[in-house]
C-alpha cells in the first residue's frame, strides 16, 4: 500500500515539473522517473493513457512529435533532425527498450496492443523513412528493427550504393527471440518469425511460418495465439 502511495506521489510530481516546464503534454497517465531534454519549443511530447517509468527523451531539433500510448519502462527515446513522428499506440509494451530516429519526415509508428520483451532496439533513418508496425503483434526479447545501415557505401563515381528503405510490419505476427528486421523488409498480417532469423529486404507472406537466417518458409497455412501452450 505504501509502495502504491509513493507511486501516485512520484508521478503527480513528475507530470506536475513536465507541464510547468512545458515539456510535455499528459492525459490521464502515470509518469515516474520521466525525463525529457528538448531545447526547440516546437517539439511536442504527448502521454495518453499512459503508464511510463524510468524514460529518457532527448530530441535535437525541431517539430517532431512524440505521442505515447501505452505502457514503458526503462526506455531510451533518441530524436535527431527535423518534422519527425514517433506514436506508441495504446497498450503499447516496452522493457529497456531504445528507439533512434535520425533524419528529417520520417514516421515511426507501432499498432495499439503491440508488445515487446526486453531490449528491442529499433532504428529509422534518412530522409521521409518509415517504419510502420500494426496492432497486436507480439516480439520476443532482443528485437533489432533497422531500416538503414546507418552509413553511406559509395561506388567509385559517388553513387550512394545502400540507400534506407522503409519497414511494414502488419498485424498479429509473433516475433521470436533475437530477431533481426532490416530494411526493405515487408512482414504480412498472422506470420511467425522463428527464434535468431534475420529478415533482410524479403516479402513474408501471411499465415506463414519461417525461420533460419536467411529468412524461409518452411510452414503454409498456419495461425497463433498469445496464451501459453498446454500440450
Not at 92 to 106: A, L, M
Not at 151 to 168: M, W
Not at 184 to 201: F, Y
Request: aromatic share 6%; net charge positive.
Amino acid at each position: 500500500m505504501l509502495k502504491k502511495i509513493l507511486k501516485l506521489v512520484l508521478s503527480y510530481i513528475n507530470r506536475f515539473i513536465l507541464c510547468i516546464r512545458k515539456k510535455a503534454h499528459v492525459v490521464n497517465s502515470e509518469l515516474v522517473l520521466v525525463n525529457i531534454f528538448s531545447k526547440d519549443k516546437s517539439n511536442i511530447i504527448e502521454f495518453i493513457n499512459s503508464s511510463v517509468m524510468k524514460t529518457h527523451v532527448n530530441i535535437i531539433g525541431r517539430n517532431n512529435n512524440i505521442i505515447i500510448k501505452g505502457n514503458h519502462k526503462n526506455l531510451n527515446i533518441n530524436i535527431f533532425g527535423d518534422n519527425n513522428k514517433l506514436e506508441l499506440g495504446f497498450e503499447t509494451k516496452s522493457i529497456n527498450g531504445e528507439i533512434i530516429v535520425r533524419g528529417h519526415d520520417c514516421l515511426l509508428s507501432i499498432g495499439n496492443k503491440t508488445t515487446f520483451g526486453k531490449r528491442a532496439y529499433i532504428v529509422c533513418m534518412g530522409e521521409s523513412n518509415k517504419i510502420l508496425i500494426g496492432k497486436e503483434n507480439m516480439f520476443a526479447d532482443n528485437i533489432e528493427i533497422w531500416n538503414t545501415d546507418s552509413h553511406p557505401i559509395y561506388d567509385l563515381s559517388g553513387t550512394l550504393l545502400n540507400p534506407s528503405k522503409p519497414i511494414v510490419i502488419g498485424n498479429h505476427n509473433w516475433i521470436g527471440k533475437n530477431v533481426c528486421i532490416l530494411k526493405g523488409s515487408v512482414i504480412s498480417d498472422n506470420v511467425v518469425i522463428g527464434m535468431a532469423s534475420m529478415i533482410s529486404g524479403q516479402k513474408i507472406y501471411p499465415n506463414t511460418l519461417n525461420v533460419g537466417s536467411p529468412i524461409r518458409c518452411i510452414k503454409n497455412n498456419i495461425n497463433w495465439e498469445r496464451n501459453f501452450i498446454q500440450k
